[in-house]
C-alpha cells in the first residue's frame, strides 16, 4: 500500500508544465495554486491582468489533487439552516449557484480542452439509519416545494440494490446533475491553460509577509519580493497566519482516503451498478466512488486531525469499507492518503478582504465545483467584472482561537461521534 495520493500517483506533474521565476511587479498576486486560485488566475487572465500565481509547494499540491473527486449538488450547510439564516430568497440563489458551479467545471473542461475524466453519473445520498430515510425524504419534498427542484429521486429501501450492492443503508436520494473527475488531471489541465493565457506559475515560493506599500502590496517570499496591485488569498484548509484576521476564519480538518486495487468488471457492476458517487447521512460521513480505472475509493472523517497516520487511517477506514462491502474482504489496499479540508465556522463559503487583501475559502468538503466556481467569481470582482457576490454579503464568523485547531478539534471529534450515536 502506498501513502500518497493515487491521482498524482497515476498522474504526475506533467514535465511540461510552464513555470516562471518570481516576478517583479504583476497586478494581482495570488497566493496558493489549487481550484481557487487557478480559476481566479484564469478569469484575470481573460480580463487582461497579469498574474502571478504563487505556491508554496508544487502545482495543485493540497486539496485540489487529494480529494474524493466528486462535483456534488448544494453547500455544507444544511439547506434548513441556510433558509433559517439568510430568508428564503437567500437560499434559493445559493442552492443554484451549486448546480451552476458543477456546470461551470463543465464548461472551463470544455473550453480549456481538459483532459480529466469528467463524467455526470450522478450520485446517491445515503440513509445511514431507518429513520434517516424520513429526513431524506423530507429534504426532498423542500427542495421540490421551495425550490421548484425535481432533478432528485427517492429511492426507498426496497429498491435500493438498483443503486448499490450494500445492505448497509435503509434507503437514499438520488440525482443526475452530480458529477466526477481525476483531480490530479484536472488541476494541472487548469495550471497550463492559466500559463497559456499569461499567467506566471511560481512553484517553490512560500509568502512570509504582506506588507501595505502605497495603492498596492509588498510581497517578501523565499525567493525575493513582489510588488502587486491586488493580493488573493486563495489557500483554504492550508491557510496561515500570514492575515491573522483571514485564519480567524477558517480551520483545518483532515480527509482521509483509501483505494482498493482495481475490481473485476462483474464486481464494479455488483457494487455500484450505475457507477454513482455515494456520501451517507452521517456527521462523521464517508464517502465512495469507483474511479475510472475500476477501484473502489473510499474515504471519510475517521479523526478531524490532519496528523493521523496513513497506516492507522487506513485501518479504520478499511473496517468502515467492509461495513459496507463485505465483498471487499479479500481485496487490497493500494492507496492511502489524506488532505486538508478548510471548514469555515458557518460551513459557508466566503469572499472578503483583510487589510485590503482579498481571500475566496470555506468550502468544507464541497470544494471541486465550490472551490472552481468561487474562484472564478473572486477573480472577475477583482478583475472590475462584477460589482459583488453573495458569499461577500453574508455574516463572515471568525474566532481569535481558530489557530489553536489542534487543541479542539478532539472535542469537536467525539461531539459528532456522539451525534452519530444518538441520532
Known amino acids: 500500500m502506498k501513502t500518497v495520493p493515487l491521482w498524482t500517483d497515476q498522474f504526475p506533474r506533467p514535465g511540461d508544465l510552464p513555470t516562471d521565476p518570481l516576478p517583479g511587479k504583476v497586478d ?6 489549487g481550484y481557487t486560485g487557478l480559476n481566479a488566475a484564469l478569469a484575470l487572465a481573460d480580463a487582461g491582468a497579469e498574474t502571478a500565481v504563487l505556491e508554496q509547494e508544487t502545482i495543485g499540491w493540497g486539496a485540489s489533487s487529494r480529494n474524493g473527486s466528486m462535483l456534488t449538488t448544494g453547500l455544507k450547510s444544511p439547506l434548513r439552516r441556510v433558509i433559517q439564516r439568510y430568508g428564503l430568497g437567500a437560499a434559493r440563489h445559493f442552492w443554484g449557484w451549486s448546480l451552476e458551479a458543477i456546470d461551470h467545471v463543465e464548461n472551463v473542461i470544455s473550453r ?11 450520485h446517491a445520498y445515503l440513509a445511514y439509519k431507518p429513520h434517516h430515510y424520513e429526513k431524506i425524504k423530507a ?12 432533478g432528485f429521486q427517492l429511492v426507498d429501501p426496497q429498491e435500493l440494490h438498483r443503486e448499490i450492492g450494500s445492505r448497509a443503508y435503509f434507503g437514499a436520494m438520488t440525482e443526475e446533475r452530480s458529477g466526477q473527475l481525476q483531480p490530479a488531471k484536472y488541476v494541472f489541465g487548469l495550471a497550463s491553460a492559466a500559463a497559456r493565457k499569461g499567467a506566471k506559475l511560481v512553484e517553490k515560493c512560500r509568502v512570509t509577509r504582506i506588507t501595505r506599500q502605497g495603492e498596492g502590496f509588498a510581497l517578501q517570499t523565499s525567493q525575493g519580493w513582489l510588488q502587486a496591485k491586488e493580493v488573493l488569498m486563495a489557500t483554504n484548509g492550508y491557510t496561515t ?4 484576521g483571514i485564519r480567524q476564519g477558517i480551520f483545518p480538518v483532515g480527509s482521509y482516503i483509501i483505494a482498493t486495487e482495481p475490481l473485476p468488471p462483474e464486481l464494479q457492476a455488483e457494487l455500484s451498478p450505475k457507477r454513482r458517487a455515494f456520501f ?5 460521513l464517508n464517502y465512495f466512488c469507483l474511479t475510472p480505472d475500476g477501484r473502489m475509493l473510499f474515504g471519510g472523517r475517521t ?8 497506516t492507522v487511517s487506513a485501518e479504520i477506514l478499511k473496517r468502515q469499507m467492509l461495513r459496507v462491502f463485505p465483498q471487499l474482504a479479500e481485496v487490497p489496499l493500494s492507496h ?4 486538508k479540508l478548510g471548514v469555515s465556522f458557518d460551513q459557508m463559503p466566503h469572499i472578503g478582504r483583510v487589510n485590503r487583501v482579498h481571500y475566496a475559502y470555506g468550502y468544507s468538503g464541497h470544494g471541486v465545483s465550490i472551490a472552481s466556481y468561487l474562484g472564478y467569481e473572486v477573480g472577475r470582482l477583482i478583475a472590475g467584472e462584477i460589482s459583488g457576490s453573495a458569499f461577500m454579503d453574508i455574516r463572515h464568523p471568525r474566532f481569535i482561537f481558530a489557530s489553536l485547531d489542534k487543541r479542539y478539534l478532539p472535542f469537536v471529534s467525539a461531539y459528532f461521534r456522539l451525534e452519530d450515536y444518538l441520532s
Open 28 to 33: 494581482v498576486a495570488i497566493i496558493g495554486s
Open 112 to 122: 480549456e480542452g481538459i483532459a480529466c475524466d469528467f463524467h455526470r453519473p450522478g
Open 139 to 150: 429534504y426532498g419534498e423542500l427542495l421540490a416545494r421551495e425550490f421548484n427542484y425535481c
Open 241 to 244: 497566519n500570514l492575515v491573522p
Open 280 to 284: 451517507d447521512s452521517k456527521r462523521f
Open 303 to 310: 479523526n478531524l486531525s490532519t496528523h493521523l497516520d496513513l
Open 336 to 339: 492511502s492518503w489524506t488532505g
